[in-house]
């Protein structure tokens, strides 16, 4: 996890160019420490994301690979600042399960969302009674406070999705996920009609794997992908177990997912046909 609430993506990114830069500079991450007097594990922490570099640390670094560009040396200290900038969610670090800060700063910057759920409806898509409900449901004992500020945290994230640049979203939902009446018949279908109005928005796909289909490549558990509109920026893969949330970037180990997921979308019912049977699960709770 980032520390303090800073930007993963920027970060991603800066330690991405800073590791390139020293490459193609032929030196070691020793040679660049015992070069700025630092301990020799400072580089290797710099470029393994464990350490956020200030943007002086920057600039020296670049002092020792030779970069001279005044508009590139420019742009990473920039990028550098951006990374150690606090998100909205820093304020809810307390309540915050492991490696869920991580994943809502990939979520802030996502370019596309594709997100495959077996059991319930996702954070991005959830009413505020449905996500009381599922919290309070949840393994763990919290407090009247903790459960409403993570609820907080739920909703707030839903704001990406009213802005111009908004990420691209594609739900498929197992049968399962919208039969189960979380929270009571009410909740529910207050929930399900949300998703009816979700897809009908522009750039959101909503689909249903019907129990019809029998086992599906989704029966292992449920998983997100986030994709970043910059080129060469890898997907990440993101899952939520009672055990501690994970996240998978690796190139290999993303296609899996991004394979699964296209196998999903084609046994899973047409977006229409999705919309219809949302309706007939929201009629059958009246």
Same mark, same amino acid.
């Given at each position: 996890?980032?520390?303090?609430?800073?930007?993963?993506?920027?970060?991603?990114?800066?330690?991405?160019?800073?590791?390139?830069?020293?490459?193609?500079?032929?030196?070691?991450?020793?040679?660049?420490?015992?070069?700025?007097?630092?301990?020799?594990?400072?580089?290797?922490?710099? *470029?393994?994301?464990?350490?956020?570099?200030?943007?002086?640390?920057?600039?020296?670094?670049?002092?020792?690979?030779?970069?001279?560009?005044?508009?590139?040396?420019?742009?990473?200290?920039?990028?550098?600042?951006?990374?150690?900038?606090?998100?909205?969610?820093?304020?809810?670090?307390?309540?915050?399960?492991?490696?869920?800060?991580?994943?809502?700063?990939?979520?802030? *910057?996502?370019?596309?969302?594709?997100?495959? *759920?077996?059991?319930?409806?996702?954070?991005?898509?959830?009413?505020?009674?449905?996500?009381?409900?599922?919290?309070?449901?949840?393994?763990?004992?919290?407090?009247?406070?903790?459960?409403?500020?993570?609820v907080e945290v739920r909703m707030s994230r839903q704001q990406?999705?009213?802005?111009?640049?908004?990420?691209?979203?594609?739900?498929?939902?197992?049968?399962?996920?919208?039969?189960?009446?979380?929270?009571?018949?009410?909740?529910?279908?207050?929930?399900?009609?949300?998703?009816?109005?979700?897809?009908?928005?522009?750039?959101?796909?909503?689909?249903?794997?019907?129990?019809?289909?029998?086992?599906?490549?989704?029966?292992?558990?449920?998983?997100?992908?986030?994709?970043?509109?910059?080129?060469?920026?890898?997907?990440?893969?993101?899952?939520?177990?009672?055990?501690?949330?994970?996240?998978?970037?690796?190139?290999?180990?993303?296609?899996?997912?991004?394979?699964?997921?296209?196998?999903?979308?084609?046994?899973?019912?047409?977006?229409d046909d999705s919309r219809a049977m949302l309706f007939e699960a929201a009629n059958m709770l009246r």
């Amino acid at each position: 996890m980032l520390p303090n609430g800073q930007n993963p993506v920027r970060r991603r990114q800066l330690v991405a160019e800073l590791k390139r830069l020293r490459e193609a500079a032929q030196m070691t991450q020793e040679e660049v420490a015992d070069r700025l007097d630092w301990h020799h594990t400072k580089v290797f922490r710099i *470029e393994t994301g464990r350490t956020g570099p200030h943007p002086n640390d920057v600039r020296v670094m670049l002092d020792v690979y030779g970069v001279s560009d005044s508009e590139q040396r420019e742009a990473l200290v920039q990028l550098a600042k951006e990374a150690r900038k606090r998100g909205w969610w820093y304020s809810y670090r307390d309540v915050l399960p492991s490696r869920y800060e991580f994943f809502i700063g990939l979520e802030q *910057e996502a370019a596309s969302i594709r997100t495959f *759920e077996l059991a319930v409806v996702p954070g991005l898509l959830q009413t505020e009674n449905y996500a009381r409900a599922l919290v309070r449901g949840g393994p763990l004992e919290l407090t009247a406070e903790d459960v409403q500020r993570r609820v907080e945290v739920r909703m707030s994230r839903q704001q990406i999705l009213t802005t111009a640049n908004r990420p691209q979203l594609w739900v498929i939902l197992d049968e399962a996920a919208i039969r189960r009446t979380v929270g009571g018949p009410d909740v529910m279908r207050e929930q399900l009609e949300k998703l009816i109005d979700a897809s009908e928005q522009a750039r959101t796909t909503i689909q249903v794997v019907p129990y019809s289909v029998g086992a599906h490549p989704g029966t292992a558990g449920s998983f997100i992908v986030v994709g970043f509109a910059e080129p060469g920026e890898i997907d990440v893969v993101y899952m939520e177990t009672i055990g501690g949330n994970l996240s998978v970037d690796k190139t290999e180990e993303v296609q899996h997912y991004a394979t699964a997921f296209d196998h999903l979308r084609a046994v899973a019912l047409s977006p229409d046909d999705s919309r219809a049977m949302l309706f007939e699960a929201a009629n059958m709770l009246r």
